[in-house]
């Protein structure tokens, strides 16, 4: 890189800087922190820890700053979801749509959440993780089992995705970089 074009990418960086704050709720086991560690490092484990409580974590793609707050799942988290969603950019759902066992309790939770008056308007991106395992559901499936459709005080984006396979994730990051400001 020439002198000049490096210090043009310097001011650009500073100028035109972009960052996106994004919380990740979900039922637990449903891919949140394998999400955020694909998106993070590129690392894929089958392994990963339980999240207590939340993790934060910033990650730069480009000239964008997305600052994740990766939220926990299990029950007597999940009234924490609120406040973590509070002023955020979008609200990540991941659900694990190789699991229809769970899409009831996913809706439950996701129509509660969006019901609180605070988070009104806030974009909303569903990721349905898991689909490289067989038998998973489709995007038009989980439309009508989350009832997607009736969510009409926000814009709604919804995803067939793998966090193992990486499928998906360059349209995903696209959707992410695009709400950043
Ligand atoms: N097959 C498959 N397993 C996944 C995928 N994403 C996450 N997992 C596994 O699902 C389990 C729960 O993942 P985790 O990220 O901890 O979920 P969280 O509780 O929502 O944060 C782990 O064993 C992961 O390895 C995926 O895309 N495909
Ligand atoms: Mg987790």
């Known amino acids: 890189m020439s002198f000049f074009s490096s210090v043009l990418a310097w001011f650009s960086s500073i100028f035109f800087a972009k960052a996106a704050e994004l919380a990740v709720v ?10 955020v560690n694909v998106i993070g490092s590129g690392q894929w ?17 480009g000239a964008v700053t997305l600052k994740i707050w990766d939220v926990a799942g299990q029950p007597k988290f999940r009234s924490m979801w609120e406040r973590y969603c509070h002023g955020m950019d979008a609200i990540i759902f991941v659900v694990d749509s190789a699991d229809p066992d769970k899409f009831d309790t996913a809706r439950f939770e996701l129509h509660q959440l969006l019901g609180q008056p605070g988070l009104a308007g806030v974009p909303l991106l569903v990721l349905g993780n898991k689909n490289d395992i067989s038998d998973h559901a489709s995007v038009k499936d989980l439309i009508r089992d989350l009832e997607l459709d009736k969510i009409q005080d926000r814009p709604v984006s919804c995803y067939s995705c793998s966090m193992k396979s990486r499928h998906n994730l360059d349209i995903v990051l696209r959707w992410l970089t ?3 400001h």
């Open 178 to 180: 695009d709400c950043s």
């Open 45 to 61: 484990s089958e392994d990963v820890v339980p999240t207590v409580a939340f993790n934060y974590r910033k990650v730069r793609k």
């Open 26 to 35: 979900g039922l637990q086991a449903s891919g949140k922190t394998s999400f």
